[in-house]
């Protein structure tokens, strides 16, 4: 007998799983493909926070999330004896103009409110980089250091062996027992907007590649919509394509040969660093980019918690959080923008 069955083995499903047996309760996770098969099997691992301006509950939930990122890493990894290969590096950014150093000395001031001195938002020399920075037309960058790094794979791995320590078993199918959580990634969205008849939410696929660079200890960086994280296996993934409507799901294609052409000139010390993998997959994003967290809206009793997109990794310790306490304790704390009926 369990307590929770977690439906679904990417970032949400294994993290909300760690959360509700950290409360004690018996769990079990049943996923068809296995752990991290979809989205969260994928290269890059950026957790980066939004601008530090316009606040709303979503910036304040990632803000948190990203605060609490740390201590739930290394309970997970201490328990696994494993790494996810989580560490706050920080990020670089390029300040394109004279418009856009004038914003960036301005959040300069609403980062010291906003992320409470937990973190900075700074304006520095490229110059005093090195190499290890993109290029910029006016000399200048922001550096926060309030983004994070950590390898989706490893991450993944180390949750499930923290997991199968606890005495939580994994299974490709099963009966529903307990507490139910449908953590399904972007096929759970499509059977939500099938249920409901017009967008919950949709499928969109990305592609990254991982290369052979060490740069373990340096920031990301992100230039031009590409990201690029350095991991601290000698390894820096770049991504991601953005792609609404496609095919395949699982193939690579010119797209990212695009991406990875962007990068090179963003930042030419990459330049003869070899390709190990290139990789593509799907990521679920919910129709108000927001987590769609909650009560299930077709299955009376029963949770969700899918729509992580791009920043599901950022979001996950708080997302477990949350979760476990609504799904253990009926303590809900889930902001109104996140909760099914928004999505709806």
């Given at each position: 007998m369990?307590?929770?069955?977690?439906r679904?083995?990417?970032?949400?499903?294994?993290?909300?799983?760690?959360?509700?047996?950290?409360?004690?309760?018996r769990?079990?996770?049943?996923?068809?493909?296995g752990?991290?098969?979809?989205?969260?099997g994928?290269?890059?691992?950026?957790?980066?926070?939004?601008?530090?301006?316009?606040?709303n509950?979503?910036?304040?939930?990632?803000?948190?999330?990203?605060?609490?990122?740390?201590?739930?890493?290394?309970?997970?990894?201490?328990?696994?004896?494993?790494?996810?290969?989580?560490?706050?590096?920080?990020?670089?950014?390029?300040?394109?103009?004279e418009?856009?150093?004038?914003?960036?000395?301005?959040?300069?001031?609403?980062?010291?409110?906003?992320?409470?001195?937990?973190?900075v938002?700074?304006?520095?020399?490229?110059?005093?980089?090195?190499?290890?920075?993109?290029?910029?037309?006016?000399?200048?960058?922001?550096?926060?250091?309030?983004?994070?790094?950590?390898?989706?794979?490893l991450?993944?791995?180390?949750?499930?062996?923290?997991?199968?320590?606890?005495?939580?078993?994994?299974?490709?199918?099963g009966?529903?027992?307990?507490?139910?959580?449908?953590?399904?990634?972007?096929?759970?969205?499509?059977?939500?907007?099938?249920?409901?008849?017009?967008?919950?939410?949709?499928?969109?696929?990305?592609?990254?590649?991982?290369?052979?660079?060490?740069?373990?200890?340096?920031?990301?960086l992100?230039?031009?919509?590409?990201h690029?994280?350095?991991?601290?296996?000698?390894?820096?993934?770049?991504?991601?394509?953005?792609?609404?409507?496609?095919?395949?799901?699982?193939?690579?294609d010119?797209?990212?040969?695009?991406l990875?052409?962007?990068?090179?000139?963003a930042?030419?010390?990459?330049?003869?660093?070899?390709?190990?993998?290139?990789?593509?997959?799907?990521?679920?994003?919910?129709?108000?980019?927001?987590?769609?967290?909650?009560?299930?809206?077709?299955?009376?009793g029963?949770?969700?918690?899918?729509?992580?997109?791009?920043?599901?990794?950022?979001?996950?310790?708080?997302?477990?959080?949350?979760?476990?306490?609504?799904?253990?304790?009926?303590?809900?704390?889930?902001?109104?923008?996140?909760?099914?009926?928004?999505?709806?």
């Amino acid at each position: 007998m369990v307590d929770v069955t977690i439906r679904g083995a990417g970032i949400f499903g294994l993290s909300i799983a760690w959360a509700c047996v950290q409360k004690g309760a018996r769990v079990q996770v049943i996923d068809p493909n296995g752990v991290g098969s979809g989205s969260s099997g994928g290269l890059v691992g950026a957790l980066a926070p939004h601008t530090p301006e316009k606040w709303n509950e979503k910036k304040e939930f990632q803000f948190q999330s990203l605060m609490l990122a740390e201590d739930f890493w290394r309970e997970v990894d201490d328990a696994s004896g494993l790494s996810s290969g989580y560490a706050r590096t920080g990020r670089l950014q390029p300040i394109l103009n004279e418009a856009g150093i004038t914003l960036a000395k301005e959040r300069i001031e609403t980062a010291k409110e906003l992320w409470r001195g937990k973190a900075v938002w700074a304006v520095v020399q490229a110059a005093d980089q090195g190499i290890w920075t993109p290029q910029s037309a006016t000399g200048l960058l922001v550096h926060d250091t309030l983004s994070a790094r950590m390898h989706p794979r490893l991450a993944c791995a180390s949750l499930e062996t923290a997991l199968r320590r606890r005495g939580v078993e994994f299974f490709e199918t099963g009966k529903n027992t307990g507490a139910i959580v449908w953590a399904t990634g972007y096929e759970g969205l499509e059977e939500l907007t099938t249920a409901r008849g017009r967008l919950v939410g949709a499928g969109i696929k990305g592609q990254s590649a991982l290369l052979g660079f060490d740069a373990k200890d340096m920031p990301q960086l992100f230039a031009n919509t590409v990201h690029i994280v350095p991991h601290e296996n000698a390894t820096v993934g770049v991504g991601s394509t953005t792609e609404r409507e496609f095919s395949d799901p699982t193939t690579t294609d010119h797209q990212l040969d695009d991406l990875l052409e962007q990068a090179f000139h963003a930042f030419p010390f990459l330049k003869d660093a070899p390709i190990l993998e290139r990789w593509a997959g799907v990521r679920p994003r919910s129709k108000t980019r927001s987590p769609l967290l909650g009560a299930h809206p077709f299955r009376e009793g029963e949770f969700v918690a899918n729509g992580g997109f791009k920043i599901g990794f950022g979001m996950a310790p708080k997302v477990s959080k949350v979760m476990a306490d609504l799904v253990l304790d009926q303590t809900d704390a889930i902001p109104p923008s996140f909760r099914s009926e928004a999505n709806l």
